[in-house]
């Protein structure tokens, strides 16, 4: 079992310059039933800057003890949800950590969880693989429809989808764009593809989604998190020390020199993979219970104990 991760207890604070910013309607619709305190803070209507700053100091030590009140209760496995993200991908992400995570992400679906996998910049060539794997037509209309609005919106300013590998990644063997995408997809493993999502817009069918984000590290880590997953799979060969204010991240490297030389930074060596020491079906047996001691507070991924909480929106710029 595993135990619930909170997530409906989040407490969010908005401080307002304009009433006309934020709608209190669509945050309405995002938990119309009102699962998750809001409080609105509007500069504009505050008698002074230190009554606005006492105010939100109030609320928000009244949220903490709130919070507090609640007790961690058994959920079942299908009540997990997996972002899976890379960055600074090497030459054995593709061999190693992807398809192990999506090894993982596959066991957990077969369970009844979900999957979503990101990062649309880092899936262009292997746009008709995923789209075979859609549930229907609707499915696969929308992904298309998405990855193409994207790819005109980074026309216009000049750019393109075969300019996101990084110096790095091309330094370690990634030098061109369908190589680092065949490699990223395995995230997702071979589930069929039950939904694609814009930018954060919230998971409602369970199993493998798909989800509209750049492939900006911290920008697609806080578009899963929106989108409801409560638990991130971050692999990497480079090392890239990103995490999440409200959703753990796990940090799985795609090579043992890595895992070593940033033991601070990495919680699972995928390396053994690399080295015919263990199979890709051994190690997802073992990276999913440490998914569930994660998402059960057994475990505290090395983000958390580094504090590490990225927080980026993407502003629908171009970012690859």
Not at 23 to 27: E, F, G, M, R, Y
Not at 133 to 147: H, K, P
Not at 189 to 197: F, R
Not at 265 to 275: L, M, N, S
């Given at each position: 079992?595993?135990?619930?991760?909170?997530?409906?207890?989040?407490?969010?604070?908005?401080?307002?310059?304009d009433?006309?910013?934020l709608?209190?309607?669509?945050?309405a619709?995002?938990?119309p039933?009102?699962?998750?305190?809001?409080?609105?803070l509007?500069?504009?209507?505050?008698?002074?800057e230190?009554?606005?700053?006492?105010?939100?100091?109030?609320?928000?030590?009244?949220?903490?003890?709130?919070?507090?009140?609640?007790?961690?209760?058994?959920?079942?496995?299908?009540?997990?949800?997996?972002?899976?993200?890379?960055?600074?991908?090497?030459?054995?992400?593709?061999?190693?950590?992807?398809?192990?995570?999506?090894?993982?992400?596959?066991?957990?679906?077969?369970?009844?969880?979900?999957g979503?996998?990101?990062?649309?910049?880092?899936?262009?060539?292997?746009?008709?693989?995923?789209?075979a794997?859609?549930?229907?037509?609707?499915?696969?209309?929308?992904?298309?429809?998405?990855?193409d609005?994207?790819?005109?919106?980074?026309?216009?300013?000049?750019?393109?989808?075969?300019?996101?590998?990084?110096?790095?990644?091309?330094?370690?063997?990634?030098?061109?764009?369908?190589?680092?995408?065949?490699?990223a997809?395995?995230?997702g493993?071979?589930?069929?593809?039950?939904?694609?999502?814009d930018?954060?817009?919230?998971?409602?069918?369970?199993?493998?989604?798909l989800?509209c984000?750049?492939?900006?590290?911290?920008?697609?880590?806080?578009?899963?998190?929106?989108?409801?997953?409560?638990l991130?799979?971050f692999?990497?060969?480079?090392?890239?020390?990103t995490?999440?204010?409200?959703t753990p991240?796990?940090?799985?490297?795609?090579?043992s020199?890595?895992?070593?030389?940033?033991?601070d930074?990495?919680?699972?060596?995928?390396?053994?993979?690399?080295?015919g020491?263990?199979s890709?079906?051994d190690?997802?047996?073992?990276?999913?219970?440490?998914?569930?001691?994660?998402?059960?507070?057994?475990?505290?991924?090395?983000?958390v104990?580094?504090?590490?909480?990225?927080f980026?929106p993407?502003?629908?710029?171009?970012?690859?």
């Open positions: 079992m595993v135990e619930d991760m909170l997530r409906d207890t989040i407490e969010v604070d908005w401080a307002q310059v009433a006309q910013i709608l209190k309607s669509a945050v619709d995002r938990d039933g009102g699962l998750r305190p809001v409080h609105y509007e500069q504009q209507a505050s008698l002074s230190s009554a606005l700053i006492r105010e939100a100091l109030t609320t928000i030590f009244a949220g903490l003890a709130e919070a507090n009140r609640v007790e961690r209760t058994p959920a079942p496995l299908s009540a997990l949800t997996l972002g899976v993200e890379c960055g600074g991908s090497d030459g054995f992400s593709g061999l190693s950590a992807n398809p192990l995570v999506g090894a993982v992400v596959d066991r957990l679906v077969a369970l009844g969880g979900s979503i996998l990101s990062e649309f910049p880092e899936l262009c060539g292997v746009e008709h693989e995923l789209i794997r859609c549930r229907d037509d609707a499915v696969a209309r929308r992904f298309s429809e998405l990855m609005a994207y790819q005109r919106h980074a026309a216009r300013v000049g750019a393109d989808f075969s300019m996101n590998p990084s110096p790095g990644n091309i330094r370690d063997g990634l030098i061109t764009d369908a190589m680092k995408s065949a490699g997809a395995k995230k493993g071979d589930s069929p593809v039950e939904d694609v999502l930018y954060t817009e919230p998971l409602t069918r369970t199993g493998l989604n989800l984000s750049p492939g900006n590290d911290v920008e697609s880590t806080t578009a899963l998190a929106g989108s409801g997953a409560n991130i799979l692999t990497t060969g480079l090392g890239t020390p995490g999440n204010p409200i991240v796990l940090k799985i490297s795609s090579n020199e890595l895992a070593s030389r940033m033991s930074v990495i919680d699972f060596d995928a390396g053994p993979i690399i080295r020491e263990r890709i079906a190690l997802a047996e073992q990276l999913l219970t440490l998914c569930i001691d994660t998402a059960s507070g057994r475990y505290r991924p090395r983000a104990e580094l504090a590490q909480y990225d980026i993407w502003k629908r710029g171009v970012s690859l």
